[in-house]
Every structure is written in structure tokens, then in C-alpha cells.
């Protein structure tokens, strides 16, 4: 059974820095995209923030773009989100999903096939 694993959030102050990690129970980890979505509050849509695939190559939304950068440890089966400058409006529960295995990344959600539980990020002004 596929088991994604985020931990690392919590309460920070505007400006603050988080890294946000996600352990994966995936057979040949290397080969599947990865990508981190948040939901800023019950009833919103779920919203893409980054992803990276197998060769590295990573994507990101506009409202992270330059503050985000998203990483993975094939060897310790873990994607990591670094999120420095953070803003109130990043403030979100913060999730991890791993897409279809030797595809490229996606920014759409249904492409994702496996999600981790979610880490509550909150940011302060």
C-alpha cells in the first residue's frame, strides 16, 4: 500500500522559512513525479504550488514562484518543499501527491494518483 507522509509545518511569522518534507512508500521512487498542492480553507479547491518529476525538472505556481523551491532524495524516498518569505496568504493545509509513475510532472490534481494526509501551515502577520 502507497503511503506519502508530510511533516515540517507549523506557526511561523511572515517572512519565516519552512521545509516541508514528504516520506513515500514507493517502489522505484526515482521514477515518479512529485508535487506539493494546498488547500487554504475546508471548501476551497485544492491548488497546485510545485512539482518535480524523475528527471528533476520542477514547475511552479506564480504566487510561489522565486520563494518555493521543491527537491527530492531518491535515496531516502522524500520530496521536500523549502518555502522562505512566507506571507499570511500562504497559510494553507499543505499536501503531498505522487503522480503517474514515469510520466512528466502536472499542476492539474486529478493527475495525481496518491496524497499524503496533509501538514497544517500557518503563517502570522
Known amino acids: 500500500q502507497v503511503q506519502l507522509v508530510e511533516s515540517g509545518g507549523g506557526l511561523v511569522q511572515a517572512g519565516d522559512s519552512l521545509r516541508l518534507s514528504c516520506a513515500a512508500s514507493?517502489?522505484?521512487?526515482?521514477?515518479?513525479?512529485m508535487g506539493w498542492f494546498r488547500q487554504q480553507a475546508p471548501g476551497k479547491e485544492r491548488e497546485f504550488v510545485a512539482?518535480?518529476?524523475?528527471?528533476?525538472?520542477?514547475g511552479y505556481a506564480d504566487s510561489v514562484k522565486g520563494r518555493f523551491t521543491i527537491s527530492r532524495d531518491n535515496a531516502k524516498n522524500t520530496v521536500y518543499l523549502q518555502m522562505n518569505s512566507l506571507k499570511p496568504e500562504d497559510t494553507a493545509v499543505y499536501f503531498c501527491?505522487?503522480?503517474?509513475?514515469?510520466?512528466?510532472?502536472?499542476?492539474?490534481?486529478?493527475?495525481?494518483?496518491?496524497w499524503g494526509q496533509g501538514t497544517q501551515v500557518t503563517v502570522s502577520s
Open positions: 501527491a505522487a503522480g503517474r509513475q514515469g510520466s512528466v510532472y502536472s499542476t492539474r490534481r486529478y493527475d495525481y494518483d496518491y
Open positions: 514507493l517502489r522505484t521512487f526515482s521514477s515518479w513525479p
Open positions: 512539482a518535480i518529476n524523475w528527471s528533476t525538472t520542477t
